[in-house]
């Protein structure tokens, strides 16, 4: 009778007190990191976005005779643009969803807590006023699934933590290196100065002349610096949903046949 009592007292504590819960906040740790890591290649794809959309925009003026016209020549990169517009949109949902999963590790927690006192004293209950079946089966489920939710699931985060980089390092850095290559030359326009119309018109040609070059980067390496992104992507998702999801479903199976073993069995 006693050890219950300590048990719903120490699982009412980690309810009330989930913001000191260690390994909650190891778990959101890991989280808000990968948050961090997918907001700096969001804000790197939003850049490039902005770089390309405007290239785009980069006229060519001609005449022949009677004939006059404009061009817009760097066209040629708007599925790529595309393309890169579609991974920010996906990486920021990700971004989005880790957040919430960092800030939900304590309050998840603190549930698990709850069930495990409201498990022990259905317990106490059962041993006052006598054992019933029912009452023995609902307190054994609610405290091996409160378990899971106070402990297995931020151990599954914190264990990923210990695995995620280890296994994904070497993909990680040889693409970050391979998307810095490429947009090396990527940075935001050169401001306008005040001068004289050759002033003027010398800034439009090395302007033009930059976004050529740039477009034509691109447009060669165009096939790298998509895959890279996707390699990124894939990378992130791996860390923060595929390796915990793992690690916390292998905790659940063992979760549910403890919590649905026969008495004695």
Do not use: C
Not at 114 to 122: N, V
Not at 201 to 215: C, I, K, P, S, V
Request: aromatic share 10%; proline share 4%; charged share 15%.
């Amino acid at each position: 009778m006693i050890w219950l009592i300590l048990i719903a007292a120490l699982s009412l504590g980690a309810a009330f007190f989930y913001k000191q819960n260690p390994l909650a906040n190891a778990a959101q740790r890991y989280a808000t990191s990968v948050a961090t890591a997918s907001a700096a290649t969001y804000v790197t794809l939003r850049t490039l976005n902005a770089v390309l959309s405007t290239a785009q925009e980069v006229e060519v003026s001609g005449s022949a005779l009677v004939v006059s016209g404009t061009a817009q020549p760097l066209r040629v990169l708007e599925p790529v643009d595309d393309t890169v517009e579609r991974i920010a949109a996906v990486v920021f949902n990700l971004m989005l969803a880790t957040g919430i999963l960092a800030v939900a590790m304590g309050p998840v927690g603190a549930v698990g807590g709850g069930m495990i006192a409201a498990a022990s004293l259905l317990w106490i209950m059962d041993r006052v006023l006598g054992p019933r079946d029912v009452v023995s089966v609902l307190s054994r489920r609610l405290a091996w699934y409160g378990g899971f939710f106070l402990l297995a699931l931020p151990l599954a985060f914190v264990m990923s933590a210990w695995l995620a980089d280890w296994l994904t390092a070497d993909v990680l850095e040889r693409h970050q290196a391979i998307i810095a290559e490429i947009t090396a030359s990527v940075g935001a326009p050169v401001p306008e100065q005040a001068g004289g119309w050759w002033d003027t018109m010398r800034d439009t040609l090395g302007e033009a002349g930059r976004y050529q070059d740039l477009a034509q980067n691109l447009w060669t390496r165009a096939d790298d610096l998509v895959g890279s992104y996707v390699a990124l992507l894939a990378v992130f998702v791996f860390k923060i949903f595929v390796l915990p999801a793992l690690l916390a479903g292998a905790l659940f199976i063992l979760t549910r046949f403890f919590a649905h073993r026969p008495e004695g069995g």
